[in-house]
């Protein structure tokens, strides 16, 4: 019986130890994928900057209207 249950914890320490290696994978995946939206986000920004358009103004308008409970979008913050 103490076999038994030996094998029983090594079962599950094999399973354990193997969940956390494949999220630490998927974890790996994660942090490339938001490394690539925090660099199309930086490009957009950038973009919009070159464009004449002040996102600080539209950012401080967004709180406002966020606190004014007023439904404007982003979109027609921006415009």
């Known amino acids: 019986m103490a076999k038994k249950k030996d094998s029983s914890k090594d079962e599950q320490i094999g399973f354990h130890k193997g969940s956390l290696a494949t999220l630490a994978k998927e974890r790996e995946e994660m942090q490339k994928i938001l490394s690539i939206v925090e660099q199309l986000m930086q490009m957009?920004?950038?973009?919009?900057?070159?464009?004449?358009?002040?996102?600080?103004?539209a950012a401080k308008e967004a709180v406002k209207a966020a606190k004014g409970k007023s439904k404007k979008s982003m979109d027609e913050l921006i415009k």
Do not use: N, Q, W
């Open 44 to 57: 957009h920004i950038k973009a919009l900057k070159e464009l004449g358009v002040d996102l600080e103004k």
